[in-house]
């Protein structure tokens, strides 16, 4: 079933240019792009090419000077305010690239049972704090007190009890290190399984490729390329768009290969 169904989106900001004339700034162009239950769609690009304005347009968090046009579906409904302000935190939920987002007034114990809609709220939060190795004290803790890599793991566990049928992850594993970066990735193949939708936004292909059913290539506000997941492989054979092959080869585990070749040829 189609969970998510993004048809033609594009976004673009009022700008003033420097004669304080307005102009129109595009920044995603004519994307489309479905996720189905239980699926898990990665999207790539380098620093600017709009994952997030995707994330916040998914969400309705785009800030006041954006335009938008192209229809966003859920669930075969249109994702209008007034249906995003039921579906967010419920059926729709966010990892936020920034972990400013957490309440600087709450315990993170109490944020996480908030956001477990299903299920006994306090075990569903020992449970994942256990499973992200969170000692149990954190739960007493204030963001503040957190490092910024316990702070993230807070954000993950928030959208793991929540239940939700969709969940966007922006950049969800910067700054963690590999134990806890492959833990997250469990996480997200566990609730994939249960049936929910993830859109995994990251800068991290390999991760991508690791767990996403599809990985889907932004290049400066442009879906230039969708491709199995299957197909990241080896020096990229199988993969027919060449920036998405370029960007595959240059992980620094492919450079390594390349420049032993060379060396090799010398
Ligand atoms: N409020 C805004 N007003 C004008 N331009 C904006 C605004 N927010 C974002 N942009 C522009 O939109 C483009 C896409 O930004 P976005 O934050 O989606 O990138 P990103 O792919 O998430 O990058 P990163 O990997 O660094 O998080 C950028 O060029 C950015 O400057
Ligand atoms: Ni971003």
């Known amino acids: ?16 240019d420097r004669w304080l004339r307005q102009t129109t700034q595009p920044v995603i162009q004519s994307l489309s792009l479905s996720l189905e239950a239980g699926e898990i769609v990665a999207v790539v690009g380098a620093s600017g090419s709009g994952k997030s304005l995707l994330a916040h347009a998914i969400l309705g968090l785009l800030p006041q000077n954006a ?36 309440d600087p007034l709450m315990t993170v114990g109490k944020q996480v049972e908030q956001a477990a809609r299903i299920g006994q709220p306090k075990a569903l939060r020992q449970s994942i704090f256990r499973s992200f190795r969170l000692p149990e004290g954190a739960a007493k803790l204030y963001p503040f007190q957190l490092s910024g890599g316990m702070a993230r793991r807070v954000l ?58 599809r990985v889907a290539v932004l290049r400066e506000g442009r879906l230039v390329d969708i491709s199995p997941a299957s197909s990241f492989a080896g020096m990229g054979e199988a993969l027919s768009h060449p920036y998405t092959r370029a960007l595959w080869q240059a992980l620094p585990q492919h450079q390594f290969i390349e420049a032993v070749g060379w060396n090799d040829e010398a």
């Open 1 to 16: 079933m189609t969970l998510l169904d993004i048809r033609d989106l594009s976004i673009s900001f009022a700008m003033y």
């Open 67 to 102: 335009s938008v046009a192209g229809e966003i579906m859920f669930e075969g409904k249109p994702l209008t305010a007034a249906a995003l302000s039921k579906l967010r935190g419920s059926k729709i939920a966010l990892i936020p690239q920034s972990v400013q987002y957490l």
């Open 156 to 213: 993950v566990s928030t959208a793991a009890v929540s239940g939700a049928r969709l969940i966007i992850a922006d950049e969800p594993t910067p700054g963690l290190d590999e134990a806890v970066i492959q833990e997250t990735l469990r996480i997200f193949q566990d609730l994939s399984a249960s049936g929910a939708a993830i859109l995994f936004i990251t800068h991290d292909l390999a991760a991508a490729a690791q767990i996403a059913d």
